[in-house]
């Protein structure tokens, strides 16, 4: 039962509404939140609101559609919040005092985070983050991307060889990561880095290796200096403990044959594998020189120099200082040490640098700047006396050393004279690979890999088929005429 008198009010000019809504069983009236648009059909509400918020901007339609005529803008304005404010209260009301609680939102969430998991095209969660993605929460110590990997993923074991140099009676601990070929007729690839890297240089290029060739055998050296290898004094001499830094390309050359004549003796092979020798920068003049002076034999078949050439490593000394003044000198960690490797596009390839980076770097305890203790283990500045001598004549030793050669370059540029007409009479493989930068085996693995691996199956000597010498063929052929003739006299006897 409905009671509704409308009167007007004599100042405001709006109507005034006394709602009573009686219950129809006790006649007495219901306590209902007012609402003065209750007795209006929704029509007619919809009709009286839109009015009034046209009207309300636009005193000269009044007149024709606001029923109610207000005479004062701000009546009007008043008019209008008041009808407004009753409407949203009597909305409200009807709402449940609690939010709607359910497995909706849940269910969203696993729903994106499935998505994410099942499908790399899925760009939801990546315009609207869930909030457990923290998107701007600080970075970790342990991110994927940074955090270190280790050798093991890579190599089997690792070696250390004690050297005694008698020359500087000095005592180099080579360290080296070995993954010994399978059998006798399987290929050993020896690694020699360049200046200022280490043996975990090629760990993610033999990994690949071992993917196409899984009997093949890699030896990855740290050269003097560099990684884990030490050089002291040898014990009992006497002295001030200090030792003259000495990496010129003759003992490069030596510690290179000496490395892989004692790890024959300690793994107990009677006889050397298959050879193909690996340099990259420094490592490839070292390489080079050793293929030259045949000092391992006949058991190198083959050698591959990575992203160096005289020509250029020569121009390229000239700016070197610069390129070390302008590098960082130390580090507050290994993370932020890959970090700037792979933001500065040294290393391009993040899973390369996360397990080659950890062994440029040591702890310094005496560290001026305690918030960077980690510094360079090589002090490439001290190497300049070397630089020269590394790379002169290298394109001529690289052409002249015997067995087959690889020269693998990130650019055609780098090519020299010599080099690019010894190429044209095809005394050597080229290949090119313009996506890579100075660190080839890092930024490209797998291709480099690739590449090396269908170079040893090119010389590999295994597996030729050699066509018959001329006299063996003379010989068989005087064997199959006498036999003829033989069987012809037999026969004219047995006719007689």
Known sequence: ?????????????????????????????????????????????????????IHASNPRVDSIHNPIRP?????????????????????????????????????????????????????????????????????????VQQTTLPWTDYFTQELY??????????KITHHVYLTPPADSSSPLFVMHHGAGSSGLSFAACAGEIRKIIPKAGILSIDARDHGSTEVTLASGEDGDGSIELDLSLETLNRDLVFVVRETQTRMGWENLPDLILVGHSLGGAVITDVARQGELGSKVLA??????????????????????MTRPSRFPSITSGIEWHTRSRTI????????????????????????????????????KPFWENWFVGLSRKFLDARGGKL??????????????????????????????????????????????????????????????KVADLQASAAMKKGAGSGAGAGGLFKKI
């Open 303 to 324: 050698y591959a120099v990575l992203d160096v050439v005289e020509g250029s490593a020569m121009d390229a000394l000239q700016s070197m200082e610069t390129y070390l």
């Open 161 to 170: 060889l004690t050297q005694i140099d008698t020359s500087n009676n000095t």
């Open 348 to 383: 391009r390839n993040k899973t390369s640098a996360r397990v080659s980076v950890p062994s440029l770097l040591y702890e310094d305890p005496n560290s001026p700047d305690p918030t960077k203790p980690w510094i360079w283990r090589t002090n490439l500045s001290a190497t």
């Open 1 to 53: 039962m409905l009671s509704r008198d409308v009167t007007w009010s004599p100042t405001a000019l709006t109507p005034i509404i006394p709602l009573q809504i009686y219950s129809p069983a006790t006649k007495h009236p219901l306590h209902q939140p007012h609402d003065p648009l209750a007795s209006y059909s929704p029509n007619s509400r919809l009709k009286l609101l839109s009015n009034v918020n």
């Open 407 to 468: 020269l693998l370059l990130a650019g055609t540029d780098r090519l020299d004279k010599e080099l690019m007409i010894g190429q044209m009479q095809g005394k050597y493989q080229l290949q090119v690979l313009p996506e890579a930068g100075h660190f080839i085996q890092e930024d490209q693995p797998a291709k480099t890999a690739q590449i090396l691996v269908d170079f040893y199956k090119r010389n590999d000597r295994s597996a030729l088929v050699l066509p018959p």
């Open 71 to 143: 005479s004062t803008q701000s009546n009007r304005a008043a008019f209008m919040s008041e009808l407004q404010k009753s409407f949203a209260k009597s909305r409200l009301a009807k709402l449940p005092l609690q939010p709607p609680s359910g497995p909706s939102m849940q269910s969203l969430d696993e729903e994106v985070s499935h998505d994410d998991d099942s499908s790399s095209t899925s760009s939801t969660g990546t315009v609207v983050p869930s909030p457990s993605r923290q998107l701007f929460a600080r970075p970790g110590r342990g991110s």
